[in-house]
T-cell receptor
Framework: LAKTTQPISMDSYEGQEVNITCSHN???????ITWYQQFPSQGPRFIIQGYKTKVTNEVASLFIPADRKSSTLSLPRVSLSDTAVYYCLVGDTDSGYSTLTFGKGTMLLVSP | NAGVTQTPKFQVLKTGQSMTLQCAQD?????MSWYRQDPGMGLRLIHYSVGAGITDQGEVPNGYNVSRSTTEDFPLRLLSAAPSQTSVYFC???????????FGPGTRLTVL
């Protein structure tokens, strides 16, 4: 199983860009990188998924270097409502659940 | 679509009691799973199913049973509750391939 390492917490202010990096040195060839967001007392919510280079959607961007040993979730112009825990998952969901592991995530606190 | 629904939202049990946590999805997803989340921790996979009639163990299966008689429902049974099973339980589902997982609102269980 690909183990991931993320910062435990990050602080930011409204309007700033936030970049959360995830390290996954033993990522496998078939593994994808997926990020989820979780608010208190709610289930996680999918943000973005990628395999290599850059992926962008209406919420975030995901940057993956050529060696794929790390990835960076970029949240543009955060607001107070972006305060949440962000999880980086690495695995091949096409082969089942057993390859996906939620770590402790990164607690992002956005202040006014 | 209601998405993924879970009942009950809250439950208090005494040690040794049994109960079933209900999970249902109306998206015709093949994959369903159960996670537990302890305070300050990420989610840990308990059991999962890749289709009706097929289930498998996750990271922390001991003390829990599951069955998948229909595509829509995936109940989680605690046969003899223990204080160590005090946690928040999340059910999730997803379609085939590398789609996102959709999580339910969670069940907060306390075992006294």
């Amino acid at each position: 199983l690909a183990k991931t390492t993320q910062p435990i917490s990050m602080d930011s202010y409204e309007g700033q860009e936030v970049n959360i990096t995830c390290s996954h040195n033993n990522i496998a060839t078939n593994d994808y990188i997926t990020w989820y967001q979780q608010f208190p007392s709610q289930g996680p919510r999918f943000i973005i998924q990628g395999y290599k280079t850059k992926v962008t959607n209406e919420v975030a961007s995901l940057f993956i270097p050529a060696d794929r040993k790390s990835s960076t979730l970029s949240l543009p112009r955060v607001s107070l409502s972006d305060t949440a825990v962000y999880y980086c998952l690495v695995g091949d969901t096409d082969s089942g659940y057993s390859t996906l592991t939620f770590g402790k995530g990164t607690m992002l606190l956005v202040s006014p | 679509n209601a998405g993924v629904t879970q009942t009950p939202k809250f439950q208090v049990l005494k040690t040794g009691q049994s109960m079933t946590l209900q999970c249902a999805q109306d998206m015709n997803h093949e994959y369903m799973s159960w996670y537990r989340q302890d305070p300050g921790m990420g989610l840990r996979l308990i059991h999962y199913s890749v289709g009706a009639g097929i289930t498998d163990q996750g990271e922390v299966p001991n003390g829990y049973n599951v069955s998948r008689s229909t595509t829509e429902d995936f109940p989680l049974r605690l046969l003899s509750a223990a204080p160590s099973q005090t946690s928040v339980y999340f059910c999730a589902s997803r379609g085939q391939g590398r789609d996102e997982q959709f999580f339910g609102p969670g069940t907060r269980l306390t075992v006294l």
